[in-house]
């Protein structure tokens, strides 16, 4: 079934705009919405295929591009996790919600998005009622160093992060570089294990307010970004008993112990995880 593409620019501040993909088909229903996000070096595309697949089981999906990735505006300042889960996530909801009038959205995260989600849903709490279910793909935000060896990773990557100004990701085939200014966050919250923001806000302490049902799906070829014991630990946080964790490895039934992008975008995935997204996120709403 054919799926359609449709680019909406979202305006912040000045000349700035959010790049907001809707990606529907035939079946697509006014009622059923789902909102999208990529994590760090990555764009839309990361989210593309499923998006297509959600959108032929009935879904209006929305992917939304951070600053500075895809075809949303470069920024005229320094920003990070927090800046887009505070201030950009705000403006996108608020489009969605107000302007178009959806009226309610289930959520499919990748890796930084599900940071990103996570802080703008401890900083707004009156918007969590607008939320069914979530889904994790490779998402942490302190738990990546939980053993030597990624510790030193961890410390390294910082190091040179900080020499260059950025990290380097274009020449691993990535879409987009970070600059130092973004990444510093990750790396301090996974070298210290705490999710502390620029203000000294504990996100940590903030997670238990977010009782919307997560799904979050690890793999066990993601051994640094978002190992299961870093998903595990953040998951936790949150507090909630209709929380699963979903880790996928050959040793449970999978057809591969699946690494950090080949977890959401891959033949395989599309195969045996993405049905398990559609169910996870056609069951009924109770939080």
Known sequence: METQE????????????????????????GAKNIFLNHGTFSDRRICLSISQYLATKGYNCWIMEWRNHGHSSPSNKKINF??????????????????????????????????????????????????????????????????????AKTLIGKY??????????????????????????????????????????????????????????????DDYIAPKEGCELFLNAFQNSKNKLLFCSIENGFKEDYNHSRLLQSRNSSAEIWPLVADWLNKKQSH
């Open 6 to 29: 449709e680019l909406l620019k979202v305006k912040t501040e000045g000349k700035e705009y959010i790049a907001l993909w809707k990606i529907s088909s035939p079946k697509s229903e």
């Open 82 to 151: 927090e800046n887009i889960g505070t201030d950009d996530y705000l403006i996108v909801f608020k489009y969605l919600f107000n302007t178009l009038k959806v009226s309610n959205l289930d959520c499919v995260m990748h890796s930084g998005g599900g940071i990103c989600l996570s802080i703008f849903l401890a900083a707004n709490p009156k918007y969590i009622s607008k939320f069914n279910r979530i889904v994790f793909f490779g998402s942490q935000a302190y738990g990546a160093a939980y053993n030597y060896k990624n510790y």
């Open 160 to 221: 040179v992060s900080a020499l260059l100004g950025y990290s380097p990701a274009k020449m691993f085939g990535r879409p987009h570089n970070e600059d130092h200014f973004f990444m510093k966050q990750w790396y301090d919250w996974n070298l210290t294990k705490k999710f502390i923001g620029m203000n000294g806000v504990d996100y940590e302490k903030e997670l238990p307010k977010i009782d919307i049902p997560i799904l979050s799906i690890c793999g066990k070829g």
